[in-house]
């Protein structure tokens, strides 16, 4: 997403700064970069389009085991709707969690917030990581609770290079990541 599309807060100011000085750095040390982003738009419309192959199976499987009735609303219907914000708070920590194990700041390193203008909670972490431990930490809310952080779990693992180092580096405001690799 562009800068001049949605006004950053003081915090995501902040890590756009500390991103910028580790980008310098890493550039200094002969890194190239590579954007990994996925408009915020976009993955709010194909983050859960993805999973309807995922989604479906689980109805069918749900279907063949239960039935399903259109005419009464099941109580696993309203605890599924009653539970929906504190699961999406509950995602965004596993995030935090997960990366702030592997950040060398741990968690002084994960920032948490909420663009508004979308209504999309994220998590998101200043440092650089090894490509899996980026990945752990982007899979592992999908891993324990499911959701949409597939589609940047599928942009990383369809990313291919030919460089012998990499680190991936959550990107300070907009929704992916980019690539240090030399």
């Known amino acids: 997403m562009d ?9 995501e100011l ?7 000085k ?11 970069i590579k954007n990994m982003t996925i408009n915020i ?14 989604i ?30 504190p699961l999406t708070i509950l995602h965004e920590l596993i995030h935090g969690v997960t ?8 968690f002084n390193s994960i920032d948490f917030g909420f663009i508004w203008s979308s209504f999309s909670p994220y ?7 090894e490509k899996w431990q980026y990945l752990l930490g982007t899979a592992m809310p999908t ?6 952080d597939f589609l940047i779990i599928l942009k990383s693992m369809l990313y291919h290079t030919d460089k012998q180092e990499s680190v991936y580096c959550d990107h300070p405001y907009e929704c992916g990541f980019v690539v240090f690799e030399k």
């Open 56 to 85: 479906a199976l689980t109805f069918l499987f749900y279907y063949n085991v239960n039935g399903f009735d259109l005419g009464e609303i099941s109580l696993g219907f309203v605890v599924a709707a009653f539970l929906f914000i």
């Open 22 to 32: 580790i980008s310098s750095e890493m550039q200094q040390k002969g890194y190239k």
């Open 99 to 106: 990366w702030g194990f592997f950040a060398k700041n741990h």
């Open 143 to 148: 891993l324990v609770l499911g959701g949409g």
């Open 41 to 54: 738009r976009q993955a709010n419309f194909l983050g859960p389009l993805s999973m309807l192959p995922f």
């Open 3 to 11: 800068n001049n599309k949605r006004k950053l807060t003081e915090k």
């Open 14 to 20: 902040k890590r756009k700064n500390d991103f910028e």
């Open 123 to 129: 998590c998101t972490c200043s440092e650089p990581l």
